[in-house]
Structure formats: structure tokens, C-alpha cells
């Protein structure tokens, strides 16, 4: 085990200290003659072992350092370079942290016409009801499954997905949707499954909701509509026609 991997710090080593043009022609090899700036300085890595760091002057690499690796065998005074690196300092400008492609993925990414990657799985979608053909009673389920819950798909929904798309629409889907009727949710169609429990499709021509979600556990809160006009309670007789009090016009 080395003095510096054994927690030490190594000795400096003259010979690789004083080898600032041994660094500096290695980064003008590269061809990065405009991007080379000012000297920095020496850091002793470990035994035989150090770097040169010079600034970066390229454009977009403000606080970037180019750092240049030496190393030389033990009792030989010649200098080899390891290896000659870009890195960035403690104030050098950094691009975003990476996000994965799956991850950054906004609902307002995704149109209409966007397909999923091939061979991805969607963890929010579980496989669909599959009639039963041999038990009565999987049969006698069967319309109750395809039909309300819409099982007939090859994938549904999972319960999570369910509950996570309630919990989202709660502050954002408006309870409206009614008018022209005494029954607030005349107009609406609730959803089939455990949303239809809070939320429906508004069929109403005459409401700017019409043919979105809404909600029908606030409907009580709307102004209670007019009742209709009933017939009079007094006895209604035909008319009569006053002979006595004719006006004859010429």
C-alpha cells in the first residue's frame, strides 16, 4: 500500500513539481492552443504522482480547469504525462444535473399521436378482465365486468392509477355542468368503475362543460335552480261575452 492510499500526504515531488512545460506543451498537443490559460498550480497526489492544473479560457467553460497528470518511476528523472483532463473547479459553471429520459417525461409532453417505446411497461396499467368460460359464475360476471368497468381492453387501469387520477382532478375539474333542470346532475354521465362515485361527463349543450369531466360532489353547493310554474289553485271559468256594452263601429 501506497503513503498516500494508506491516508498520508505524500511528500512533494520536486522533480514532477518543476514540470510545468511538460504539462503545458501536453494540452497544446491536444490543439487547445486559444482554450489554454493561466497556470494554477501543482497538487501532489501520491507518491511519483501529481497534477498541473491550468485555466480554461474556451468559451462556456468559465471556473474549468485543465488538469494534466504526471507521474515518474522511482530514482528516473524523466516525466511522463498520464493523462490531460478537463474538469471543473469549485466555481465552474455546470450544465443541469441529468434527469433520465423516463423520468423528465411532463403529462404536457405526450399528444395525441406519441406511441410508448417498444417492450416498455407501463406500471400504471394492469391486465383487463378475461371472461371466464368455464365457471358459471365468472359468466354471470362477465357483463358486469365489460360493460361498468370497460374490462374488455387488454389493459385497465390499476387501482393506484384510479385513486392518483382523483386525488389530481380534485382542485382542478369545475362542479358544474347543469342548467335548465331541477336535478343538478341531469346533464351528467358518471364515469364508470370508482370515479363514477365523484365525477361524470357533462352532456349539456347549453353548459361551457360540455363534454368534459366534472364534478358531482359539490353539486349541492349550486344556486338551487327556479321551480316550475304550476297551474292556479282557483277554479278556472269560460269566458263570457258581454252583449250590453258592444261598441258598433261604422
Not at 485555466?55 to 467553460?61: E, I, L, R, T, V
Not at 385513486?163 to 364515469?191: C, N
Not at 361551457?208 to 292556479?232: F, K, T, Y
Request: aromatic share 6%; glycine share 8%.
Amino acid at each position: 500500500m501506497s503513503a498516500g492510499s494508506a491516508g498520508r500526504i505524500p511528500a512533494r515531488d520536486a522533480v514532477l513539481a518543476e514540470a510545468v512545460d511538460v504539462a503545458r506543451e501536453a494540452i497544446l498537443e491536444g490543439g487547445e492552443v486559444e482554450a489554454l490559460g493561466a497556470y494554477l498550480g501543482y497538487s501532489q497526489d501520491d507518491v511519483r504522482l501529481g497534477s498541473h492544473r491550468f485555466a480554461c479560457a474556451a468559451p462556456g467553460y468559465v471556473g474549468w480547469q485543465w488538469t494534466v497528470v504526471v507521474a515518474r518511476a522511482s530514482r528516473v528523472k524523466q516525466v511522463t504525462v498520464c493523462e490531460v483532463v478537463l474538469l471543473p473547479g469549485q466555481d465552474a459553471l455546470l450544465p443541469p444535473r441529468w434527469v433520465p429520459w423516463a423520468d423528465r417525461l411532463e403529462p404536457r409532453d405526450v399528444g395525441a399521436g406519441d406511441a410508448p417505446p417498444a417492450g416498455v411497461q407501463d406500471d400504471r396499467l394492469v391486465e383487463g378482465y378475461q371472461p371466464g368460460d368455464e365457471d358459471p359464475a365468472d359468466v354471470a360476471h362477465d357483463p358486469v365486468a365489460l360493460v361498468e368497468l370497460g374490462a374488455w381492453r387488454a389493459e385497465v387501469p390499476s387501482k393506484e392509477t384510479l385513486d392518483a387520477a382523483a386525488e389530481r382532478w380534485r382542485d382542478r375539474v369545475p362542479a358544474r355542468g347543469r342548467s335548465f333542470s331541477e336535478d343538478p346532475t341531469a346533464f351528467i354521465v358518471p364515469l364508470s368503475g370508482s370515479l363514477g362515485q365523484v365525477y361524470g361527463v357533462c352532456v349539456n349543450e347549453h353548459s361551457p362543460d360540455d363534454g368534459r369531466v366534472v364534478r358531482l360532489d359539490e353539486v349541492a353547493q349550486a344556486p338551487a335552480p327556479r321551480a316550475r310554474q304550476h297551474a292556479s289553485a282557483w277554479q278556472e271559468n269560460d269566458p263570457v261575452l258581454d252583449e250590453f256594452e258592444l261598441e258598433v263601429a261604422e
